[in-house]
């Protein structure tokens, strides 16, 4: 069984940072790429960022709004990836959800974690 454990989220002013973290536990054989989502109270989930391996290093995407403030970064051998937030705005304010593709035995699998808030306010 693979669980995925979202952590870092808070309370922060605004221009203030937050490092996000996913861990993935469990008997892991591969971890294929993650990403990270956030939801709003009467929004859609959204994208932020996503990170994957490709033919010759990372693959990374970023949604417009983290462009230039947030950095997604991964720790192979501790099957963790790590959200920077910098500059942040009262409108990242949301709950932020990690998704992980794992090889647990039975071939890759999505799994998501239960989500960490986030509130940007003065």
């Known amino acids: 069984q693979v669980q995925i454990v979202e952590s870092g989220g808070g309370l922060v002013q605004p221009g203030g940072s937050l490092r996000l973290s996913c861990a993935a536990f469990?008997?892991?054989?591969?971890?294929?790429?993650a990403g990270w989502y956030r939801q709003a109270p009467g929004k859609q989930r959204e994208l932020v960022a996503n990170?994957?391996?490709?033919?010759?290093?990372?693959?990374?995407n970023y949604s417009d709004s983290a462009k230039g403030r947030f950095t997604i970064s991964r720790d192979g051998a501790k099957n963790t990836v790590y959200l920077q937030m910098n500059s942040l705005k009262p409108e990242d304010s949301a709950v932020y959800y990690c998704?992980?593709?794992?090889?647990?035995?039975?071939?890759?699998?999505?799994?998501w974690g239960q989500g960490t808030q986030v509130t940007v306010s003065s």
């Open positions: 998704d992980a593709v794992v090889d647990a035995g039975r071939g890759p699998h999505r799994y």
């Open positions: 990170i994957g391996s490709g033919g010759s290093g990372e693959l990374i």
């Open positions: 469990g008997s892991i054989f591969s971890f294929y790429n």
